[in-house]
């Protein structure tokens, strides 16, 4: 009996590893609808292919199924004809807010004003007038961990949830398209947000790669983050209290705590060269600072941040971001969000020292964004799958590496950076351009980090254009400069 059993045994034990081996891949989901688009009473026809693109490791086995939403104009010759590649950023972000905030055929609709929260059902949803479907095919990525895209077959997440993985996973997939859809002759710009504009550095370096050399034309880079010491506020970075003051001083006079009877383009002017000439060397002379430069520079900080000297003078002269947050609107109860510091909430703790309900410009609009992106893939798109779409995934986050070196190479944790990356493929590229769009209200990544960033680093600066808003970092979320950024980047791209 004992034999039998451990016969049986071993048989199961085959059979399971046999299923291993052999796992089916399930076929990719394609789903093709067509569409028309009126601007400026014409109309033009378009298609929408909304899919799951497979990747492959080296050796050719699959490793996941990206998900990616395609608009191509029908009425026209598409061999040449420019195609921009559109992602969100994260970590661990799908491309529903670049999507449904401003570039796909229709646009959620949340307060401009950033005075109210988005609510509860229905959401207000438009048809996008700033749709670029005129000057270029747009397609929408998720990378793999978001949206409805997922590891398969031999893949795992660590293949893909890195600085220079997922780099790799989004170039092959561009190759892949262009190669499926006959477009290695088009024009070619990449657009992303936060992350997305690091991950549009590290890609348009991955394109260069691999023996299939991809040329790009353009990246539109909307809140730039490629160096994060720039856009991470704590403690001892001091490059951070210099990069985000200009922002903060924006912050406090958009509510009305400062800079009283100047525009927003004088008073941050005004704070750029406090800066330089001022708040920096003392940042570097630290504990040597007199006192009475020390009460100076407080007063002048006070002036610009609308924070109290001794408030100043007790953060040592540094103001973290979390801490203005809470502190600029405290007697009034408020606490600023950060993605947009126009958005303000109440919090029950009017004694600590960040915000405790999270980002206030995130949770006041995030139900939105979602509800739109799931009605409209099933209602517009007529797409049906078997799992939820994730708007975000904190597991690719909270799992990132940001290693950006071979393994076994020497390495240290630093402040990710790709500006280098960048600088090289514009020198290597001679066509290459960068627009980069930047929000005075942005307290994530600060405009005046990007006035920083391609100040140094090797860019040639006559191919570099920087546009200025006054909103947070989705800029399209206040509907002025929505439409004044979908004109920017059609003047970028070109008419076509």
Not at 302 to 324: D, K
Request: glycine fraction near 8%; hydrophobic fraction near 40%.
């Amino acid at each position: 009996m004992r034999l039998i059993k451990n016969t049986l045994l071993l048989f199961s034990l085959l059979g399971l590893m046999s299923l291993g081996f052999s796992q089916t891949i399930p076929a990719p989901k394609k789903f093709v609808t067509n569409h028309v688009w009126t601007d400026n009473g014409k109309n033009f026809t378009y298609r929408a292919v909304a899919q799951e693109t497979l990747l492959k490791n080296k050796v050719g086995d699959t490793t996941a199924a990206l998900w990616n939403v395609s608009y191509l104009k029908t009425d026209t010759q598409a061999a040449q004809r420019p195609v921009t590649f559109v992602f969100n950023g994260g970590p661990g972000s799908a491309s529903v807010w670049l999507h449904f905030g401003f570039l796909g055929p229709k646009v959620v609709q949340v307060d401009s004003d950033a005075n109210s929260d988005d609510g509860a059902p229905p959401y207000g949803v438009v048809d996008n007038r700033g749709f670029l479907i005129n000057q270029t095919d747009l397609v929408f990525i998720d990378p793999i961990g978001v949206g409805y895209s997922r590891v398969l077959g031999k893949g795992k997440g660590e293949d893909f949830w890195g600085l220079n993985e997922d780099a790799a996973s989004v170039a092959q997939f561009i190759r892949t398209w262009i190669t499926e859809n006959k477009r290695w002759a088009s024009p070619k710009y990449l657009i992303g947000e936060s992350f997305g504009t690091m991950r549009a550095a590290a890609v348009a370096k991955a394109l260069e790669e691999d023996g299939q050399d991809v040329a790009l034309n353009g990246l539109i880079l909307i809140s730039q983050a490629l160096d994060y010491a720039g856009s991470t506020s704590v403690d001892d970075n001091i490059v951070s209290y210099a990069t985000y003051f200009p922002s903060m001083a924006a912050t406090a006079q958009y509510h009305k705590k400062a800079g009283a009877g100047k525009s927003v383009e004088e008073f941050t002017s005004e704070a750029r060269q406090f800066v330089y000439d001022t708040y920096l060397p003392a940042l570097y002379k630290g504990n040597k600072l007199t006192e009475a430069e020390r009460k100076s520079i407080s007063q002048k900080m006070a002036y610009f941040l609308g924070l109290s000297e001794s408030y100043i003078l007790q953060s040592n002269l540094r103001v973290l971001v979390p801490r203005f947050q809470k502190e600029l609107l405290r007697n009034e109860g408020l606490t600023l969000g950060r993605l947009d510091a126009r958005f303000k909430g109440e919090e029950a703790d009017q004694v600590s020292e960040r915000p405790t309900l999270g980002d206030a410009s995130d949770y006041q609009i995030g139900a939105a964004y979602t509800a739109v992106a799931n009605s409209y893939f099933a209602d517009d798109l007529q797409v049906f799958m078997d799992r939820p779409y994730l708007t975000g995934n904190d597991e690719v986050g909270e799992k990132w590496r940001w290693r950006d070196v071979p393994e076994g190479q020497y390495w240290e944790p630093m402040f990710a950076n790709v500006t280098h990356r960048l600088s090289n493929a514009m020198r290597r590229n001679t066509q290459l351009k960068v627009m980069v769009a930047c929000g005075y209200y942005d307290l994530i990544t600060p405009f005046f980090d990007a006035e920083y960033t391609f100040s140094r680093n090797g860019f040639p600066k006559e191919r570099i254009e920087l546009k200025y808003f006054p909103s947070g970092r989705m800029v399209y979320n206040h509907h002025p400069d929505f439409e004044q950024l979908a004109k920017d980047i059609k003047a970028f791209i070109g008419e076509n």
